[in-house]
């Protein structure tokens, strides 16, 4: 019996009769973190870490049923060692230690190498069996240090403010948008946010992200309100009536997305800021190294292409279905083209062609 399986309900571990972020109704469910693809409504009982647990519970509308642990503390389930380790994804974010005679396994769940100011900092845990993503596994992926992203991006508002416009700027509601509060220069402007961040963000405690002072944009405002001033709102409300009262405003969009053909275009961006919550392909390479696996299950993502250059590395690797999604959910919103015969987005430096060549050492 293996110690971790891949079902239709999602990652099974069979001795303890417990799912890694599944994707259908279970029992008994562990969650990584709070985002939609890895926290799913319907399951009996909930266990995540303290620190996501505010998220998940509002989202899903849980109460006594979920339960919580801190990271690294180790739970006991017929035998089965649990514990949740940080995945620098968003704040509360895990990778799940599943541990039994010597065994060890480990979930990822999502994550990112690069500290970003508000999540817990990645943890290599060392296993024999990694589970990874691979939203960005293909070499042309490899992301700016993010002082350099934020200094592009305070640079854009000082231009904008300049040239009398509003700067609005796009990024998930769970993550991205507190990690832009965080690391924004306040210096430069009035910094205001859409219904949808300051709700997420009202749920952890306050000042743990040490973020400045914003106004939540309401309807009696007007135009002359955010002159010179700085909106942070998520993807959905990009091409909506709510962006209208910022005329004349500039848009910027935040996703690791941006580096794609259209991505920009196909919304009306005025720039892409290529920010992302997941590792690139630096990221990717440099934590299954740092686990020590032999084995490597890679899901959603380029998962076929970074599996063949796993195995070529001598790792026993292979992709896996599974229902996860990455940054998937960004493509719907940001408009991001896509290759018309294999279904997946073609970033602005990769040749077209077969996939499996833009992949190549």
Same mark, same amino acid.
């Given at each position: 019996?293996?110690?971790?399986?891949?079902?239709?309900?999602?990652?099974?571990?069979?001795?303890?009769?417990?799912?890694?972020?599944?994707?259908?109704?279970?029992?008994?469910?562990?969650?990584?973190?709070?985002?939609?693809?890895?926290?799913?409504?319907?399951?009996?009982?909930?266990?995540?870490?303290?620190?996501?647990?505010?998220?998940?519970?509002?989202?899903?509308?849980?109460?006594?049923?979920?339960?919580?642990?801190?990271?690294?503390?180790?739970?006991?389930?017929?035998?089965?060692?649990?514990?949740?380790?940080?995945?620098?994804?968003?704040?509360?974010?895990?990778?799940?230690?599943?541990?039994?005679?010597?065994?060890?396994?480990?979930?990822?769940? &999502?994550?990112?190498?690069?500290?970003?100011?508000?999540?817990?900092?990645?943890?290599?845990?060392?296993?024999?069996?990694?589970?990874?993503?691979?939203?960005?596994?293909?070499?042309?992926?490899?992301?700016?240090?993010?002082?350099?992203?934020?200094?592009?991006?305070?640079?854009?508002?000082?231009?904008?403010?300049?040239?009398?416009?509003?700067?609005?700027?796009?990024?998930?509601?769970?993550?991205?948008?507190?990690?832009?509060?965080?690391?924004?220069?306040?210096?430069?402007?009035?910094?205001?946010?859409?219904? /949808?961040?300051?709700?997420?963000?009202?749920?952890?405690?306050?000042?743990?992200?040490?973020?400045?002072?914003?106004?939540?944009?309401?309807?009696?405002?007007?135009?002359?309100?955010?002159?010179?001033?700085?909106?942070?709102?998520?993807?959905?409300?990009?091409?909506?009536?709510?962006?209208?009262?910022? &005329?004349?405003?500039?848009?910027?969009?935040?996703?690791?997305?941006?580096?794609?053909?259209?991505?920009?275009?196909?919304?009306?961006?005025?720039?892409?800021?290529?920010?992302?919550?997941?590792?690139?392909?630096?990221?990717?390479?440099?934590?299954?190294?740092?686990?020590?696996?032999?084995?490597?299950?890679?899901?959603?993502?380029?998962?076929?292409?970074? /599996?063949?250059?796993?195995?070529?590395?001598?790792?026993?690797?292979?992709?896996?279905?599974?229902?996860?999604?990455?940054?998937?959910?960004?493509?719907?919103?940001?408009?991001?083209?896509?290759?018309?015969?294999?279904?997946?987005?073609?970033?602005?430096?990769?040749?077209?062609?077969?996939?499996?060549?833009?992949?190549?050492?």
């Amino acid at each position: 019996m293996a110690l971790l399986e891949f079902t239709a309900e999602g990652i099974y571990c069979p001795q303890a009769d417990v799912h890694l972020d599944p994707w259908k109704p279970v029992k008994k469910a562990m969650i990584t973190h709070g985002h939609s693809d890895h926290a799913r409504w319907g399951h009996q009982r909930y266990l995540c870490t303290t620190a996501a647990a505010p998220v998940i519970r509002y989202r899903l509308n849980l109460g006594d049923n979920l339960e919580t642990v801190d990271f690294g503390e180790k739970v006991n389930i017929n035998g089965v060692e649990f514990s949740f380790h940080p995945a620098g994804h968003i704040p509360g974010s895990a990778q799940i230690r599943v541990a039994r005679e010597g065994e060890i396994w480990v979930f990822s769940g &999502d994550y990112k190498l690069e500290p970003d100011g508000i999540s817990e900092p990645f943890e290599p845990v060392r296993c024999h069996t990694f589970i990874t993503e691979s939203t960005f596994g293909l070499p042309v992926y490899n992301w700016k240090p993010q002082r350099e992203v934020f200094d592009d991006i305070n640079e854009w508002w000082r231009r904008n403010q300049a040239a009398g416009k509003v700067s609005v700027i796009a990024g998930y509601a769970l993550g991205k948008s507190q990690r832009i509060l965080r690391n924004i220069d306040p210096g430069i402007g009035k910094i205001f946010v859409h219904g /949808a961040i300051r709700s997420v963000t009202a749920l952890f405690s306050s000042g743990v992200f040490g973020l400045p002072e914003t106004t939540y944009v309401t309807p009696e405002m007007k135009k002359k309100d955010f002159e010179g001033g700085l909106v942070v709102c998520p993807p959905s409300a990009l091409g909506t009536p709510w962006l209208r009262r910022f &005329d004349p405003y500039s848009l910027g969009i935040t996703s690791g997305w941006m580096g794609l053909r259209g991505a920009r275009r196909r919304r009306g961006a005025d720039r892409g800021f290529v920010l992302s919550d997941h590792a690139d392909w630096r990221g990717l390479n440099q934590a299954v190294r740092e686990t020590g696996a032999s084995r490597v299950y890679v899901t959603h993502g380029y998962a076929g292409i970074f /599996a063949r250059w796993l195995n070529t590395l001598g790792m026993d690797a292979q992709e896996v279905k599974t229902q996860y999604e990455g940054e998937l959910g960004e493509i719907a919103e940001s408009g991001i083209e896509e290759d018309s015969t294999s279904g997946t987005a073609v970033p602005e430096s990769a040749p077209p062609g077969d996939e499996s060549k833009k992949a190549g050492s």
